[in-house]
């Protein structure tokens, strides 16, 4: 079986590959798994593979193999992603990467006040996306799409976008006054995953998303927090979920303002 999956993708059309993933997946995680199953097909049943650290560059790579072996069962008609799911739990491989921490220790060991000291580094035009990623806790692919959305999307301070992608949904964030005007230009996927990188941000940026929850949930509400987190309520709720927003929309900036008005503070000085 090993002979033959090496076989088939020796002679796979990456470019088939890569427009099957642009097709079925968001832009920014279809280049990802794009490029780790290209660099990494070939540890698919491999020992090398399965002593590999729990990380999460392991759980991309797992990811990047499985689709890739979908893709050859759909292009061939044959079972490798069956086997490669077997091998995995014969091999206890887990998708997940075993480095999980809590989100309020992770609050405490990486505080806002060393995100923002870090997103006040990054130019202007990234500067500002990054605290609407923070303060929207919208994930990375969704800030990009709410933010070039911005001017379509934004009515009197509330973001109501509702999307729903699988197990990911987004309903709605608020816009903080602060950023508003400044919102007024695009950003692509590529770019931002360049400028707002760990090694520059002092955190993978997804973090921005954990760090909104803590402060939205133990500041504001939990269960607003949770709402718009895409945890929460669907289209069908949005009436009893939406005058939440109205309500804790004054409150939210001013807990908000105190962490944005340090970025133009220091930005300023």
């Not at 933010?147 to 009197?156: G, Q, T």
Request: proline share 2%; net charge positive.
């Amino acid at each position: 079986m090993i002979r033959q999956y090496r076989e088939y993708s020796s002679k796979v059309d990456w470019d088939d590959f890569h427009k099957w993933l642009l097709a079925n997946k968001s832009r920014l995680h279809a280049n990802t798994m794009f490029k780790r199953a290209k660099e990494h097909h070939r540890l698919a049943f491999s020992k090398e593979l399965i002593f590999m650290e729990s990380t999460r560059k392991r759980q991309d790579i797992l990811k990047g193999i499985a689709l890739f072996t979908r893709f050859l069962d759909l292009k061939y008609d044959t079972e490798f992603h069956y086997e490669l799911l077997k091998w995995m739990k014969k091999k206890d491989l887990k998708w997940n990467s075993a480095k999980k921490q809590d989100t309020y220790k992770l609050a405490k060991i990486i505080p806002v006040e060393s995100v923002l000291e870090r997103i006040n580094q990054l130019p202007e035009k990234y500067r500002i996306f990054g605290l609407f990623t923070l303060v929207s806790g919208l994930r990375t692919s969704e800030a990009v799409m709410a933010f070039n959305n911005h001017s379509s999307l934004c009515n009197e301070g509330v973001m109501e976008l509702f999307w729903d992608r699988g197990t990911k949904k987004a309903n709605s964030v608020y816009c903080h006054p602060q950023l508003h005007d400044k919102m007024n230009y695009h950003v692509s996927a590529s770019r931002v995953t360049k400028n707002l990188n760990s090694k520059i941000l002092g955190c993978e940026i997804r973090y921005l998303r954990k760090l909104n929850y803590t402060i939205n949930a133990t500041k504001i509400d939990p269960l607003l927090a949770e709402f718009m987190q895409g945890r929460r309520g669907n289209v069908s709720q949005r009436h009893y979920f939406l005058p939440m927003m109205e309500n804790y929309k004054k409150k939210w900036i001013n807990v908000w303002n105190s962490i944005i008005e340090q970025s133009f503070e220091n930005k300023n000085s």
